[in-house]
């Protein structure tokens, strides 16, 4: 049976903890897309040991992951809808290497801050992470396509990795030509545009900038020196992040206060007020600032200005 819901706790929290980790663990076993099976049935498919692997199938019966009839195990509703195992395996990594840390980054004010190098050595987890990045912007853009006015012309996408905003509005507008500005050698869609964000940008001949879920990344001063150049360019800039005040339940609340801290942690950025960010963008210049909250995701906001320059 299920663990009923408890408030939060010291014990709960424990056991969360080790839930994750079983869980990670199954997943990099095998274990889930061995389903179903007995222990002796799941331990011969992924090599695991019987014995360990007996235990764990429990752990992960009793907090949701599996169900159990009789000695066979199979996969939960929670597991099978939820698409958890890409996510389980990034998360897992990122907590392994760099939570570890989280004590030493708080005591002296130096956080480890060093998310991308680290990724860049690891195929695995850089291979999920880009999974895991474009699948995010395919399902918003499905929402964010039809909320920022777009018109004929050219588009940068700021930060966009493989381009997946970038090439969504370039389909859905007759005349939009889009590049990505990222680092060199970024696999996009769309043509890339080489440039180090952590240094300042001359953005020149764009109609509009997107900042797609990459000023979280920066420091307070960079992502406000971002924001600055955006609207520098003379062209219309819009702005998704995370909000710090996410619409859904604790359950987002939670999620969005770790992934602030893990932002801290592991690139020395954070999120920043839908505020804030308005304020960059007037401050610098820039007119009509609008606001809106995505119905698609409880955690993302749409800032989108129009560039006075």
Known sequence: MPLPPHDPGPSTDLVGAMSFYAADAAVRLGVFNALPGTPADLAKATGADEEGLTLLLDLLTTTGYLVRSDDVFSASPMWTDAGYATPLRLWGAIIGEFWRDLYDGLATG????????????????????????????????????????????????????????????????PGLEAVVVDLPGTPSAVPL??????????????????????????SRDRARGLVREAVASGADVHILETTTTPRGGV???????????????????????AGELEGWLREAGAADVTRTDLTRSPTHTLITARSTS
């Open 193 to 218: 545009v080489a440039a180090d964000l952590s240094e300042p940008l001359v953005l020149e001949g764009y109609d509009h900038v997107l900042l797609f879920n990459v000023v979280h990344g920066f």
């Open 110 to 173: 130096r956080p480890r801050a060093d998310f991308y190098h680290w990724l860049s050595s690891r195929p695995e987890p850089l291979a999920v992470f880009h999974r895991l990045q474009s699948g995010l912007a395919g399902w918003l853009a499905e929402e964010v396509v039809g909320l920022v006015p777009m018109s004929p012309g050219r588009l940068a996408d700021v930060g966009g990795g493989h381009g997946v905003f970038a090439q969504a509005f370039q389909d859905a507008t």
């Open 251 to 273: 359950a987002d609340q939670a999620f969005t206060e770790g992934f602030a801290l893990n932002l801290w942690l592991t690139q020395g950025g954070r999120l920043y007020t």
